[in-house]
């Protein structure tokens, strides 16, 4: 007797994985910009070169300001800085 297997794959769209940049920009706002302004996003010697390092330097200004986010929200805040001013 043969079995037959059977296999459900249930695909999300890519916007049910994505970060949610309007949360990002809101969190942004609250814990980001006490500090400094947009300047240190668009300097021309600014230092972050490549997504690694952006997600390095928000989880460090994250824990400098003790923020208590949790790992989807600083995906949210990477992907709004990306989207806004990195474009990786």
Same mark, same amino acid.
């Given at each position: 007797?043969?079995r037959?297997?059977m296999l459900?794959?249930i695909v999300?769209p890519?916007?049910?994985?994505a970060? *949610?940049i309007?949360?990002g920009? !809101? +969190?942004h706002?609250?814990?980001?910009?006490?500090c400094?302004?947009?300047e240190?996003?668009?300097? *021309?010697d600014?230092?972050m070169? !490549? +997504?690694a390092?952006?997600?390095?330097?928000?989880?460090f200004?994250q824990?400098a300001v003790d923020?208590?986010?949790?790992?989807?929200e600083?995906?949210d805040?990477?992907?709004?800085?990306?989207?806004t001013?990195?474009?990786?």
């Amino acid at each position: 007797m043969k079995r037959i297997l059977m296999l459900f794959v249930i695909v999300l769209p890519a916007s049910a994985l994505a970060a *949610d940049i309007e949360n990002g920009e !809101d +969190l942004h706002f609250e814990h980001c910009t006490g500090c400094h302004g947009s300047e240190v996003y668009t300097r *021309d010697d600014r230092k972050m070169r !490549d +997504l690694a390092q952006l997600g390095k330097q928000v989880r460090f200004c994250q824990n400098a300001v003790d923020a208590t986010w949790f790992d989807d929200e600083v995906d949210d805040v990477i992907e709004y800085l990306n989207a806004t001013h990195y474009h990786f």
